[in-house]
Nanobody, 118 residues
Framework: QVQLQESGPGLVKPSQTLSLTCTVSGGSITTNYYYWSWIRQPPGKGLEWMGAIAYSGITFYSTSLKSRLSLSRDTSKNQFTLQLSSVTPEDTAVYYC??????????WGNGTLITVSS
């Protein structure tokens, strides 16, 4: 069974860079043909797909976040990470990591609430 666990700071100040890590167990992030995604849900709003890093290491970004978002991975730790720069209160959300294949998102982490506030 694949399990994903997000870890992050909880509270970030405006203009800072948010860094989140997703630790994967029960499966390798280099296994063909999975994609490892970040999704967020602001309070009272719907889910927003942010981006993904493929089994090959290729990255994909949401058009709206591309200028501020960077995804990377550490295959030795079976982790992938998100960095979102210049955060504002509008980036306050529950952030999820998930596994994605051709059919959609099949395994999700529990999510972590990130609040952007001074």
């Amino acid at each position: 069974q694949v399990q994903l666990q997000e870890s992050g700071p909880g509270l970030v100040k405006p203009s800072q860079t948010l860094s989140l890590t997703c630790t994967v167990s029960g499966g390798s992030i280099t296994t063909n043909y999975y994609y490892w995604s970040w999704i967020r849900q602001p309070p009272g709003k719907g889910l927003e797909w942010m981006g993904a890093i493929a089994y090959s290491g290729i990255t994909f970004y949401s058009t709206s976040l591309k200028s501020r978002l960077s995804l990377s991975r550490d295959t030795s730790k079976n982790q992938f990470t998100l960095q979102l720069s210049s955060v504002t209160p509008e980036d306050t959300a529950v952030y999820y990591c998930a596994r994605e294949d051709w059919f959609g998102l099949d395994y999700w982490g529990n999510g972590t609430l990130i609040t952007v506030s001074s």
